[in-house]
């Protein structure tokens, strides 16, 4: 038997009636919060308003979408993976995204905007049997900046809305003035046209294109614009 069946036998034969009725002490926590700390809710609101959908992708991926549209890093890998294609932890939220992407150009959808939160997950540097999660802003954008109107003809996104929508995100800590952007080399994306994002001098994340090899391999009519912050 456990402990726990043994104590509620006891107490139904001594009578709940005859135990005296206490509320546990209760100390309240409080921490003070940083004027630069951004409220998860407050982000999602954020891309919510500027017209973006939330989706929740698997932190299990196929170890080729990993390796083509991960970051470099050598990725955790499963013991005992579900299948072959979820057998290693996701070191990037682009790869969900952008599967997540396929499944509506497939269904003939071409204006795509998505983002999710999620955590990533690496290999500690220190120790090879740790990991580390770390909670990420993914977004991917494609197709028109606006619905189709009956005004006309509505332009395509390009790399400066998706910045646009980088200082968006940064401006609710109060990060805008210390915000610089710097060239990146960055598999997936083209040179050009991907920056790595710094705050205070510290790297937070990337913004770019993806390669026109990989979108036409993918299938999308459109460029596709990505970041991601940390």
């Known amino acids: 038997a456990y402990e726990a069946d043994l104590v509620e036998e006891v107490a139904r034969v001594f009578g709940y009636d005859r135990i005296p009725t206490k509320l546990p ?9 940083s004027e630069r700390e951004v409220d998860v809710a ?5 891309m919510i308003a500027r017209d973006y959908n939330e989706i929740i992708s698997y932190s299990f991926i196929d170890p080729e979408w990993e390796a083509d549209y991960g970051s470099s890093e050598d990725p955790v890998e499963l013991a005992n993976p579900l299948s072959e294609n979820m057998s290693v932890m996701r ?30 997950y690496h290999l500690d540097a220190n120790d090879a049997n ?22 006309g003809d509505v ?15 940064l401006y609710l800590a109060q990060f805008v003035n210390t915000v610089t952007f710097s060239g990146l080399d960055h598999k997936p994306l ?12 510290e790297k937070v994340g990337w913004l ?9 391999k993918l299938g999308f009519e459109s460029p596709v614009y990505a970041f991601e912050l940390r």
Do not use: H
């Open 25 to 33: 002490s209760l100390v309240p926590a409080s921490r003070i919060v």
């Open 42 to 46: 407050a982000v999602r609101r954020t």
């Open 91 to 120: 070191t990037s939220l682009l790869p969900g995204l952008l599967s997540s992407a396929l499944l509506n150009v497939n269904r003939q959808v071409d204006r795509i905007r998505l983002f999710e939160i999620g955590n990533t």
């Open 130 to 151: 740790e990991t580390r999660e770390i909670q990420r802003l993914g977004v991917i954008c494609s197709g028109t900046i606006l619905p189709s109107s009956w005004e």
């Open 155 to 169: 332009r395509l996104a390009d790399l400066f809305d998706v910045k646009s929508d980088i200082q968006a995100i």
């Open 190 to 201: 083209v040179n050009n046209q991907s920056l790595s994002v710094y705050v205070d001098k």
């Open 208 to 216: 770019g294109r993806l390669q026109p090899a990989l979108e036409r």
